[in-house]
């Protein structure tokens, strides 16, 4: 009998791990132990969480978000790391964990569901896009 597909925040040290290997995709300049300090830094300092799409027992892809609100949007959720796991694009996991996460903003209230992209990720877009996201300005950055 095969488990059913369940999202569920990692809430623990061990769900943080068993999250890593699809996030390292997104983010492989971290260690295993770099994440779960990084994600266990965030999770107590600014609120974040990371959400895990598991089925049948191997999580299928995470993402990572926080809670904000600005003076430009008001109460917002925001996603830092969304990223399914090569071997499972097309499958639907993505769309289903955006869904969620989308969901997860209405019932908090958010007046806005916002999230960052790199450039070069033209998958990505077209997949937000479709998603019914829209591009409504571009991000600056300064490495200092």
């Given at each position: 009998?095969?488990?059913?597909?369940?999202?569920?925040?990692?809430?623990?040290?061990?769900?943080?791990?068993?999250?890593?290997?699809?996030?390292?995709?997104?983010?492989?300049?971290?260690?295993?132990?770099?994440?779960?300090?990084?994600?266990?830094?965030?999770?107590?300092?600014?609120?974040?969480a990371l959400a895990l799409l598991?089925?049948?027992?191997?999580?299928?892809?995470?993402?990572?978000?926080?809670?904000?609100?600005?003076?430009?949007?008001?109460?917002?959720?925001?996603?830092?790391?969304?990223?399914?796991?090569?071997?499972?694009?097309?499958?639907?996991?993505?769309?289903?964990?955006?869904?969620?996460?989308?969901?997860?903003?209405?019932?908090?209230?958010?007046?806005?569901?916002?999230?960052?992209?790199?450039?070069?990720?033209?998958?990505a877009h077209r997949f937000y896009?479709?998603?019914?996201?829209?591009?409504?300005?571009?991000?600056?950055?300064?490495?200092?």
């Open positions: 009998m095969t488990q059913a597909r369940s999202i569920a925040i990692a809430a623990t040290r061990a769900d943080i791990e068993r999250g890593y290997e699809v996030v390292c995709e997104l983010r492989p300049h971290l260690s295993r132990e770099a994440f779960v300090a990084q994600v266990e830094r965030q999770r107590a300092n600014e609120g974040y598991d089925d049948s027992g191997l999580v299928r892809a995470a993402a990572g978000f926080r809670y904000l609100e600005t003076l430009a949007w008001g109460r917002i959720l925001y996603v830092d790391d969304l990223v399914t796991r090569a071997a499972d694009h097309g499958a639907g996991y993505g769309s289903a964990l955006l869904d969620w996460l989308v969901g997860e903003a209405r019932t908090a209230g958010c007046a806005q569901f916002h999230l960052d992209s790199g450039v070069q990720r033209f998958g896009l479709h998603k019914g996201l829209d591009i409504t300005s571009h991000h600056f950055a300064m490495a200092l």
